[in-house]
């Protein structure tokens, strides 16, 4: 095991065969693993550390909690020590204040990237910014105890870590509406029953189905599930026609590939 990062409440370490896993762990355990701007940018240098060899992300949390979601510190008028207040950020001029959110939504953006499969590994609460995380990954195996909540709007917020697309993606516009006006808890049954899980498996089980999992994904040649990992992800936003033509074109470079023939 490769220890990358251990900043911040993340830490990151790099295993599996020929390093192709890493695991990024939320630890600050005492404060429910709740985030604030340097947990996002220990996150995002993450994601910018990991080597050519993974192929799979995972993300799982130390304590009780997956997490808790954002520090509430930043709603006091003094904020939190390396991070803008809310009071602050209100008062940021349109463009500077854009930056600022697009700078921590890199945490949350590189789990999808067509060369990684990411799996989250998610028990406890999940709420906010939390809830968001777990969307940010391809994959969520869950204990039983979960229980996911968007909490946002009873703060007065969006959610604006890059969850909305996910979250309409595997439940649907009007359950996706009403889960985050109302900040309901979906705990672990509905979770599996409407998408949010692949999987929920009992607390002390979900590190063994994690690495089960892991292992299935490895098992596959890396760049055909780069390929199918692309076909998907893209695939609601082509017309029918377009999501055949690039299975045309994806299938002729595995075949060249395999064939010996490619570039």
């Known amino acids: 095991m490769t220890e990358l990062l251990n900043k911040d409440g993340v830490r990151v370490v790099l295993g599996g065969d020929g390093d192709s896993v890493a695991t990024v762990t939320l630890d600050n355990p005492a404060k429910r693993n709740a985030q604030t701007a340097a947990t996002w940018r220990a996150l995002a240098e993450a994601g910018r550390l990991l ?64 060369d990684i499969v990411s799996l989250a590994a998610v028990h406890g609460h999940a709420i906010g910014a939390g809830f968001q995380l777990a969307l940010a990954c391809d994959l969520r195996v869950c204990a039983d105890d979960v229980q996911f909540a968007m909490r946002e709007t009873g703060l007065g917020l969006v959610p604006d870590l890059g969850g909305t697309r996910p979250l309409v993606e595997l439940v649907g516009y009007a359950r996706a509406l009403e889960i985050c006006a109302t900040g309901r808890f979906v705990r672990a049954e509905e979770a599996e029953r409407v998408g949010l899980a692949n999987l929920v498996v009992p607390r002390a089980a979900l590190d063994d189905a994690v690495s089960d999992l892991t292992g299935a994904l490895l098992a596959a040649p890396r760049d055909a599930v780069v390929e199918t990992k692309a076909l998907l992800r893209g695939a609601l936003s082509r017309s029918y026609d377009e999501q055949r033509a690039a299975e045309r074109a994806a299938q002729g470079r595995r075949l060249r590939d395999l064939a010996g023939v490619g570039e």
């Not at 509430?72 to 020590?81: A, C, K, R």
């Not at 001029?93 to 067509?114: K, S």
Request: glycine share 10%; charged share 25%.
């Open 51 to 114: 080597p050519g060899s993974v192929r799979v992300a995972v993300l799982r949390a130390e304590g009780k909690s997956f997490s808790a979601g954002l520090d509430l510190g930043v709603i006091s008028p003094e904020g939190i020590p390396g991070m803008p207040s809310f009071h602050e950020l209100a008062r940021y001029p349109e463009d500077r204040l854009d930056g600022a959110i697009a700078e921590y939504q890199e945490a949350f953006t590189w789990w999808r990237r067509n």
